[in-house]
């Protein structure tokens, strides 16, 4: 079993720069993927990026790409979220996941989570 643990949130202006860190206990294997998911009060998880752990190759949500950078360190099993340019609407609850195999966009596909950290951004 994979432990995910978060770090990095905090509260910063519109237009500041943020990045987020999901460490791993125990090992990630190339065939997995990692992402990341955020959660607005009163609004469902939704994906924000993932990465394959094996290739690299990276995926974003249309509402961050260009903005977001999902990238990992596969000596330190980290994965990272740096967000740039960030609005108030990147206001969530940011939780990071391992799939169970592959890249996916669901949630339904990652079989651990962190505990989130939290980022709010003010006008």
Known sequence: QVQLVESGGGLVQAGDSL????????????????????????????????????????????????????????????????M???????TAVYYCGRTRGGYSRSAAEYDAWGQGTQVTVSS
């Not at 206990?25 to 939704?46: C, D, L, V, Y």
């Not at 994906?47 to 330190?76: C, E, H, Q």
């Not at 740039?84 to 990147?90: A, G, I, Q, R």
């Open 84 to 90: 740039t340019s960030l609005k108030p609407e990147d």
């Open 19 to 82: 990045r987020l860190s999901c460490t791993a206990s125990g090992r990630i294997f190339s065939s997995h993927g990692m992402g990341w998911f955020r959660q607005a009060p009163g609004k469902e998880r939704e994906f924000v990026a993932a990465i394959r752990w094996g290739v690299g190759n990276t995926y974003y949500a249309d509402s961050v790409k260009g903005r977001f950078t999902i990238s990992r360190d596969t000596s330190k099993i980290t994965t990272y979220l740096q």
